[in-house]
């Protein structure tokens, strides 16, 4: 684990990291959601959901080493990097000259903002934009979301990451999305997605009422926008997944659906086999 280096000069009074490994990554938690000196995006420009934007990028800092078992020399690929969320606290975790993460997003402005203000401290840290058309995102996006291909070499990546992605795709998208995860994944790599999964009749203590959209396996919480929210039948994903060559590790049940999680959409793990294609 790397020690916390801002983006600006360091902080003169930040606490000495403790010794003891079990304790090391709450205290490198704790200086990403409390450190001033980390990078914040403009307010009014963050575009990648509600919620404290480096609470949650440590939250799920967090989550990757804990659940995704992510390792500061590996490889991360950020599907939907958006403003760099997730890629601001990794800056602290990935080893500088062994670990790299490459991140994609529609959003130019996004990818510019991260560019330009994580690349020139952080240069195994890239961004690149993919004009990919999506009707809130990108709507005059030139690539259909079906014909998506991103371009790397296959086996190019330890861990992927899909944060609240799949919650904006429909079926047929997500589907060419984990079959790219699975060509880019190296043997024994990892790709950690959020997803709003529907099991069955709800229980209605869900936070998001979900209705079936297209006779199919998608369903959508904002009937005017359905990609503002979208759901995937479990069955359907899991399929769909095991088809793209992964397996599932585990599928966490998320508090969005009134119960006590620590995350809130559902998140899968799903791993290239050793012999993997």
């Not at 420009?45 to 939250?59: H, K, L, M, Q, S």
């Not at 990097?81 to 529609?106: E, F, H, K, W």
């Not at 999964?197 to 959508?220: A, D, N, S």
Request: with cysteine.
């Amino acid at each position: 684990m790397t020690a916390t280096l801002a983006l600006r000069p360091a902080e003169p009074s930040l606490p000495t990291p403790p010794n003891d490994p079990g304790q090391q990554l709450d205290w490198l938690l704790d200086q990403v959601r409390t450190n001033r000196f980390m990078p914040h995006p403009p307010a009014e420009n963050i575009f990648v959901g509600d919620g404290d934007y480096r609470a949650i990028g440590a939250e799920f800092l967090g989550h990757f080493v804990r659940i995704g078992r992510l390792k500061p020399t590996e490889r991360v690929f950020d599907i939907g990097c958006g403003i760099g969320r997730m890629a601001v606290p990794l800056t602290q975790y990935l080893d500088p000259a062994r670990g790299s993460y490459d991140g994609v997003d529609p959003v130019m402005d996004g990818i510019l903002w991260c560019a330009q203000t994580i690349t020139p401290v952080y240069p195994r840290f890239r961004f690149q934009r993919l004009d990919i058309a999506h009707p809130l995102y990108n709507p005059q996006g030139s690539l259909p979301g079906t014909e998506v291909q991103f371009g790397f070499p296959n086996q190019s990546f330890d861990f992927i990451t899909m944060i609240s992605v799949a919650t904006h795709l429909p079926p047929e998208e997500l589907t060419v999305y984990l079959n790219e995860a699975s060509r880019l994944l190296a043997p024994g790599g990892r790709l950690f997605l959020t997803a709003f999964t529907i099991t069955g009749e709800p229980t209605g203590q869900e936070r998001l009422k979900f209705k079936r959209w297209r006779e199919g396996p998608g369903w959508y919480a904002i009937e005017e926008a359905p990609l503002a929210a979208a759901g995937i039948e479990e069955e359907f994903l899991l399929s769909q997944t095991q088809g793209a060559g992964l397996l599932v590790e585990s599928l966490g049940r998320g508090h969005w659906r009134g119960i006590n999680a620590p995350h809130y959409q559902d998140l899968l793990i799903a791993t290239k086999p050793e012999n993997g294609r």
